[in-house]
């Protein structure tokens, strides 16, 4: 986003509000990370533990950009040893519910898809 010269204006570099949101939300990771912070703050090894197999380099990347994007909060406490937590914002809350409906098409749906695949391979 950039700010006109002598307004307030802004210029988005990506015009189209669908691909920019799913860009950084479509990703491997960040869905987890969301359904594994709704029920409350955790500390980074916590959310490590809770997803399973994501590295420490890619769970830290997806959390700043989660906390770029307003997602969620970074909270640091200067204790020894230090402590940070995570947390979702209202905006990610608000986003619970349609990435709910989401993953419940995609249970929902997920045998169809995959004989498809089969089916699309074997021809």
Sequence with gaps: MTKMPDNDTFVFEQPCPIRD??????DQWSLLIMETLAPGTLR??????????????????????????GFITRTLYPEVPLRVE?????LGHSFLEPMQQLITWAETHH????????????T
């Design 21 to 26: 949101v799913l860009d950084r939300i479509g």
């Design 86 to 90: 995570y947390a979702l914002t209202d």
């Design 44 to 69: 980074f090894n916590a959310l490590m533990r809770e997803i399973g197999d994501i590295s420490k380099q890619m769970l830290s990347r997806t959390l700043k950009q989660l906390e770029q994007d």
């Design 111 to 122: 045998r169809t898809i995959v004989i498809a695949r089969e089916r699309y391979q074997s």
